[in-house]
């Protein structure tokens, strides 16, 4: 994975970048890159990742595989190594989405040595899967279709929205006009928390501790060895953020922002049971090819990221293939603890199709 979580590739791992199972000379996306891969790989039946800015859905999509970010404090979060506190959620990463309803079964439920973790009783996502799709209404957010996504991938993300109109589903278009300043909000939001958390990491009670003369010294050079490139920069960003006389100007705005995000997402869901997104602007890019430009990197997440922002449920779904037979992902939101519902439109959606079915060769 990559380090920290902090990563849509996989390529910031200390031990070197993931490869793609449907070709080798590209990312798995990430940051839970690693999971996605063996699944996809049929290395593993199943695999666990967690989900800040898209890091389960995101290589979900990349690897053509299943993966859900559950409703924030559906899942426990203890254990996990904190990234955002306010945004980690771990999830199931599968092959199909029996799989994942039957493992979000089983990881759900309330945990007392987690402050987050809500008190609500898990949903029968098994039973989901059996109940009939028909007269469902979908969103779809007109802000989701614009410029810069790969023309594959809006067109595998229209046919499924066909596909399911022909099984009973209501579409109708909507706008979610914040969407827009989602991922600057983040990488404000998640940036100053990551930092708060990666304090601990000074050589004393956590991690790499470097051997020096003097105590100061430890620290700097524990520091400095301790974190790889992408992780220093997003420790300074957050620290600069957070900072005196600059916490008003970006951190507090960021978190104005991102309750104006939850408010569209709630107005929808009065109407609506469901949203329905691509998961990805474009399929697996070539590795090193957004290494040394962090902002489009960082736009890989630019449709994951509103759920995060929202803590609402959200799962990645396989829809078909570019060209260069690379798999392309729907993704599909629901309503807090509202997770039934993606289970009964993608398992739907799934056995109409064949996407689950076809496997890398490797």
Known sequence: MDEFAFGSSCETSYYGPTHNPWDLERVPGGSSGGSAAVVAADEAIWALGSDTGGSIRQPAALCGIVGLKPTYGRVSRYGLIAFASSLDQIGPMTKDVRDAALLLGIISGHDKRDSTSVDVAVGDYLG???????????????????????????KSVLEAKSLLETLGVQFKEVSLPHTRYAVAAYYIIATAEASSNLARFDGVQYGLREKTSSLI????????????????????LGTYALSSGYYDAYYLRALKVRTLIKKDFDDVFREFDCVLTPTSPTAAFKIGEKSHNPLDMYLSDIYTIPANLSGIPALSIPCGFTQER???????????????????????????????KVSPEL
Not at 145 to 150: A, C, L, N, P, R
């Open 326 to 356: 690379l798999p392309i992902g729907l993704q599909i939101l629901s309503a807090p603890f509202k997770e039934e519902n993606l289970f009964t439109v993608a398992f739907n959606y799934e056995q109409n199709t064949r996407w689950h």
């Open 217 to 236: 010294d430890m620290y700097k050079k524990t520091r400095g060895a301790g974190f790889g490139h992408e992780a220093k920069r997003r420790i300074i």
């Open 128 to 154: 989901a899967l059996e109940k009939d799709i028909k007269c469902l209404k979908i969103a779809i957010p007109k802000e989701y279709f614009v410029e810069g996504m790969d023309e594959e991938v809006k």
